[in-house]
Protein backbone atom coordinates (compact mmCIF):
# COMPACT_ATOMS: atom_id res chain seq x y z
CA UNK A 1 0.00 0.00 0.00
CA UNK A 2 1.53 3.24 -1.15
CA UNK A 3 0.61 5.99 1.01
CA UNK A 4 0.80 9.82 0.19
CA UNK A 5 0.77 11.59 3.43
CA UNK A 6 -1.25 14.91 2.50
CA UNK A 7 -0.98 16.31 5.86
CA UNK A 8 2.03 16.89 8.63
CA UNK A 9 3.93 19.14 10.23
CA UNK A 10 8.05 19.99 10.39
CA UNK A 11 8.71 22.13 13.31
CA UNK A 12 12.23 22.89 13.47
CA UNK A 13 13.36 25.22 16.79
CA UNK A 14 16.40 26.78 14.80
CA UNK A 15 13.14 28.59 12.88
CA UNK A 16 10.92 31.33 14.60
CA UNK A 17 8.04 29.51 16.51
CA UNK A 18 5.33 32.19 16.92
CA UNK A 19 3.17 31.50 20.41
CA UNK A 20 -0.47 30.85 19.56
CA UNK A 21 -2.95 30.92 22.07
CA UNK A 22 -0.53 30.45 24.92
CA UNK A 23 0.98 27.06 23.29
CA UNK A 24 4.33 26.02 21.65
CA UNK A 25 4.87 23.15 20.11
CA UNK A 26 7.33 20.10 20.76
CA UNK A 27 10.07 19.94 18.05
CA UNK A 28 9.58 17.53 15.01
CA UNK A 29 12.42 18.15 13.11
CA UNK A 30 12.21 16.76 8.77
CA UNK A 31 14.38 13.99 10.22
CA UNK A 32 12.13 13.18 12.72
CA UNK A 33 9.31 12.72 10.30
CA UNK A 34 11.44 10.10 8.09
CA UNK A 35 12.07 8.15 11.09
CA UNK A 36 8.04 8.43 12.34
CA UNK A 37 6.99 6.44 9.10
CA UNK A 38 10.22 4.82 8.18
CA UNK A 39 7.43 1.54 8.71
CA UNK A 40 4.61 2.60 6.02
CA UNK A 41 5.15 2.74 2.24
CA UNK A 42 5.27 6.76 1.85
CA UNK A 43 6.07 8.15 -1.37
CA UNK A 44 5.54 12.07 -1.37
CA UNK A 45 3.56 13.96 0.87
CA UNK A 46 2.41 17.92 2.25
CA UNK A 47 4.44 20.05 4.75
CA UNK A 48 1.59 22.01 5.96
CA UNK A 49 2.25 25.52 8.07
CA UNK A 50 0.71 25.91 11.46
CA UNK A 51 -0.66 28.90 12.95
CA UNK A 52 2.88 28.86 15.34
CA UNK A 53 4.77 29.22 12.52
CA UNK A 54 3.10 32.91 11.16
CA UNK A 55 4.39 34.35 7.82
CA UNK A 56 7.58 32.12 8.85
CA UNK A 57 9.00 30.67 4.82
CA UNK A 58 12.21 29.71 5.94
CA UNK A 59 11.50 26.23 7.93
CA UNK A 60 9.07 25.51 5.01
CA UNK A 61 12.05 25.87 2.28
CA UNK A 62 14.42 24.52 4.75
CA UNK A 63 12.17 21.12 5.12
CA UNK A 64 11.17 20.60 1.28
CA UNK A 65 15.06 20.56 0.73
CA UNK A 66 15.47 17.89 3.26
CA UNK A 67 12.45 15.35 2.30
CA UNK A 68 13.18 16.29 -1.65
CA UNK A 69 10.92 16.71 -4.60
CA UNK A 70 7.87 14.47 -3.86
CA UNK A 71 7.09 16.74 -1.42
CA UNK A 72 5.18 20.06 -1.72
CA UNK A 73 4.66 22.96 0.93
CA UNK A 74 1.65 24.40 2.36
CA UNK A 75 2.65 27.98 3.56
CA UNK A 76 1.01 30.63 5.51
CA UNK A 77 0.94 33.83 3.17
CA UNK A 78 0.65 37.24 3.83
CA UNK A 79 -1.24 39.51 1.11
CA UNK A 80 1.77 41.64 0.54
CA UNK A 81 3.62 39.30 -0.17
CA UNK A 82 5.92 40.32 -3.55
CA UNK A 83 6.02 38.34 -6.92
CA UNK A 84 9.47 37.34 -6.08
CA UNK A 85 8.83 35.71 -3.15
CA UNK A 86 6.30 33.38 -4.84
CA UNK A 87 8.29 32.44 -7.10
CA UNK A 88 10.90 31.67 -4.62
CA UNK A 89 8.37 29.34 -3.13
CA UNK A 90 7.24 27.61 -6.33
CA UNK A 91 10.58 27.27 -7.26
CA UNK A 92 11.36 25.28 -3.41
CA UNK A 93 8.05 23.37 -4.18
CA UNK A 94 5.14 25.33 -2.58
CA UNK A 95 2.05 24.98 -4.14
CA UNK A 96 -0.47 26.12 -1.73
CA UNK A 97 -1.92 28.44 0.47
CA UNK A 98 -3.25 27.59 3.86
CA UNK A 99 -5.91 30.16 5.73
CA UNK A 100 -5.95 28.98 9.62
CA UNK A 101 -9.66 29.78 10.53
CA UNK A 102 -9.75 27.63 13.53
CA UNK A 103 -6.37 29.17 15.45
CA UNK A 104 -5.24 32.03 13.48
CA UNK A 105 -1.77 32.43 12.46
CA UNK A 106 -1.86 32.96 8.39
CA UNK A 107 -4.13 35.95 6.50
CA UNK A 108 -7.18 37.10 8.06
CA UNK A 109 -10.21 35.30 6.60
CA UNK A 110 -11.24 38.99 4.67
CA UNK A 111 -8.04 38.29 2.43
CA UNK A 112 -9.22 34.67 1.44
CA UNK A 113 -11.09 35.22 -1.68
CA UNK A 114 -9.35 37.76 -3.13
CA UNK A 115 -5.39 36.47 -2.56
CA UNK A 116 -6.91 32.64 -3.26
CA UNK A 117 -7.70 33.89 -7.00
CA UNK A 118 -4.78 35.57 -7.48
CA UNK A 119 -2.26 32.59 -6.48
CA UNK A 120 -4.26 30.41 -8.43
CA UNK A 121 -4.22 32.71 -11.95
CA UNK A 122 -0.75 33.82 -11.30
CA UNK A 123 0.87 30.02 -10.09
CA UNK A 124 -1.92 27.35 -10.07
CA UNK A 125 -2.08 27.18 -6.26
CA UNK A 126 -4.72 26.31 -4.50
CA UNK A 127 -5.97 27.21 -1.31
CA UNK A 128 -6.11 25.10 2.15
CA UNK A 129 -8.98 25.70 5.08
CA UNK A 130 -8.14 24.41 8.38
CA UNK A 131 -11.90 24.99 9.37
CA UNK A 132 -14.49 24.09 11.64
CA UNK A 133 -16.80 22.52 9.23
CA UNK A 134 -19.84 24.72 11.58
CA UNK A 135 -18.53 27.58 10.41
CA UNK A 136 -18.74 26.52 6.80
CA UNK A 137 -22.11 27.82 5.91
CA UNK A 138 -21.81 31.28 7.17
CA UNK A 139 -18.66 31.42 4.03
CA UNK A 140 -20.72 29.77 1.55
CA UNK A 141 -20.97 32.63 -0.66
CA UNK A 142 -16.88 33.33 -0.29
CA UNK A 143 -15.70 29.93 -0.83
CA UNK A 144 -17.90 29.52 -4.23
CA UNK A 145 -16.07 32.18 -5.42
CA UNK A 146 -12.29 30.29 -4.98
CA UNK A 147 -11.56 28.00 -7.55
CA UNK A 148 -9.74 25.16 -5.90
CA UNK A 149 -9.56 24.51 -2.10
CA UNK A 150 -9.35 21.75 0.40
CA UNK A 151 -10.81 21.00 4.24
CA UNK A 152 -8.60 19.64 6.89
CA UNK A 153 -9.52 17.14 9.23
CA UNK A 154 -13.09 16.16 8.30
CA UNK A 155 -14.13 19.54 9.02
CA UNK A 156 -13.61 18.55 12.98
CA UNK A 157 -17.52 18.62 14.12
CA UNK A 158 -20.47 16.68 13.58
CA UNK A 159 -22.58 19.78 13.72
CA UNK A 160 -21.35 20.68 10.45
CA UNK A 161 -20.85 17.55 8.40
CA UNK A 162 -23.81 18.56 5.97
CA UNK A 163 -21.54 21.64 5.54
CA UNK A 164 -18.88 19.14 4.39
CA UNK A 165 -20.80 16.80 2.26
CA UNK A 166 -22.25 19.75 0.03
CA UNK A 167 -18.65 20.63 -1.01
CA UNK A 168 -17.57 17.31 -1.36
CA UNK A 169 -20.24 17.48 -3.91
CA UNK A 170 -19.01 20.49 -5.43
CA UNK A 171 -15.67 18.57 -6.34
CA UNK A 172 -13.26 20.38 -3.38
CA UNK A 173 -10.95 17.88 -1.60
CA UNK A 174 -11.51 16.23 1.95
CA UNK A 175 -8.39 15.50 4.23
CA UNK A 176 -9.05 12.13 6.31
CA UNK A 177 -6.83 13.41 9.20
CA UNK A 178 -6.63 13.97 12.91
CA UNK A 179 -8.56 11.45 13.87
CA UNK A 180 -8.28 12.55 17.04
CA UNK A 181 -9.66 15.56 16.89
CA UNK A 182 -12.86 15.47 15.81
CA UNK A 183 -16.09 14.75 17.46
CA UNK A 184 -17.79 11.82 15.24
CA UNK A 185 -16.99 8.33 13.64
CA UNK A 186 -14.44 9.28 10.96
CA UNK A 187 -15.56 5.47 8.94
CA UNK A 188 -19.21 6.78 8.81
CA UNK A 189 -18.36 10.51 7.45
CA UNK A 190 -15.76 9.15 4.85
CA UNK A 191 -18.27 6.75 3.39
CA UNK A 192 -20.48 9.51 2.73
CA UNK A 193 -17.90 11.14 1.52
CA UNK A 194 -16.56 8.87 -0.70
CA UNK A 195 -19.88 7.93 -2.15
CA UNK A 196 -20.62 11.76 -2.89
CA UNK A 197 -17.36 11.83 -4.36
CA UNK A 198 -14.64 9.12 -4.67
CA UNK A 199 -12.41 11.70 -5.39
CA UNK A 200 -12.56 14.00 -2.59
CA UNK A 201 -10.72 12.06 0.13
CA UNK A 202 -7.04 12.15 1.17
CA UNK A 203 -5.60 10.84 4.20
CA UNK A 204 -2.30 12.24 5.99
CA UNK A 205 -0.96 11.23 9.57
CA UNK A 206 -0.99 14.96 10.76
CA UNK A 207 2.46 14.00 12.43
CA UNK A 208 3.08 14.98 15.15
CA UNK A 209 -0.46 15.59 16.26
CA UNK A 210 -0.27 18.49 17.54
CA UNK A 211 -2.68 19.75 20.38
CA UNK A 212 -4.95 16.77 18.94
CA UNK A 213 -6.59 15.01 22.01
CA UNK A 214 -5.31 11.29 20.80
CA UNK A 215 -2.30 11.49 18.49
CA UNK A 216 -2.02 9.49 14.87
CA UNK A 217 -0.99 5.75 15.52
CA UNK A 218 -1.09 3.05 12.94
CA UNK A 219 -4.16 2.49 14.64
CA UNK A 220 -5.51 5.24 12.14
CA UNK A 221 -4.43 3.65 8.92
CA UNK A 222 -5.77 0.02 10.23
CA UNK A 223 -9.07 1.78 11.03
CA UNK A 224 -9.19 2.67 7.18
CA UNK A 225 -8.14 -0.41 5.97
CA UNK A 226 -10.63 -2.12 7.78
CA UNK A 227 -13.45 -0.42 5.63
CA UNK A 228 -12.85 0.48 2.23
CA UNK A 229 -12.23 -2.02 -0.58
CA UNK A 230 -8.76 -2.14 -2.23
CA UNK A 231 -9.09 0.13 -4.67
CA UNK A 232 -11.12 2.66 -2.44
CA UNK A 233 -7.77 2.15 -0.34
CA UNK A 234 -5.79 3.34 -3.04
CA UNK A 235 -7.24 6.26 -3.99
CA UNK A 236 -8.06 7.75 -0.21
CA UNK A 237 -4.00 6.93 0.98
CA UNK A 238 -2.68 7.30 -2.62
CA UNK A 239 -4.12 8.79 -5.89
CA UNK A 240 -6.06 11.36 -4.85
CA UNK A 241 -3.35 13.88 -3.17
CA UNK A 242 -0.84 12.66 -5.51
CA UNK A 243 -3.37 14.09 -8.00
CA UNK A 244 -4.22 17.11 -5.78
CA UNK A 245 -0.28 17.81 -5.19
CA UNK A 246 1.06 17.28 -8.31
CA UNK A 247 -1.21 18.53 -11.12
CA UNK A 248 -1.86 21.52 -8.90
CA UNK A 249 1.70 22.35 -9.49
CA UNK A 250 1.87 24.80 -12.43
CA UNK A 251 4.36 23.55 -15.15
CA UNK A 252 6.32 27.16 -14.69
CA UNK A 253 9.31 24.42 -13.45
CA UNK A 254 10.35 20.93 -14.45
CA UNK A 255 7.80 18.86 -12.41
CA UNK A 256 8.90 16.37 -10.15
CA UNK A 257 8.16 12.54 -10.60
CA UNK A 258 7.49 10.60 -7.16
CA UNK A 259 10.14 7.95 -6.05
CA UNK A 260 10.32 5.72 -3.09
CA UNK A 261 12.27 7.30 0.34
CA UNK A 262 11.48 5.07 2.90
Not at 16 to 39: R, W
Not at 124 to 146: A, C, F, M, P, R
Not at 172 to 193: E, S
Not at 225 to 232: A, Q, T, V
Amino acid sequence: MKLFDSHFHVINPKFPLVENNGYLPPTFTAEDYIDSVKNYNVSGGAIVSGSFQAFDQEYLIDALQTLGDNFYGVANIPANITDEELERLQKANVVAVRFNVKRGGSEKIEHIEKLSNYLYDKLGWHTELYIDSKDLSGLKTVLQNIPKFSIDHLGLSNEGLTDLFYWAEKGIKIKATGFGRIDFDPIAAMRKIHQINPNALMFGTDLPSTRAKIPFSEKDINLVKDNFSEDEIEKIFYANALEWYEKNKKLLFKPSSIKQLF
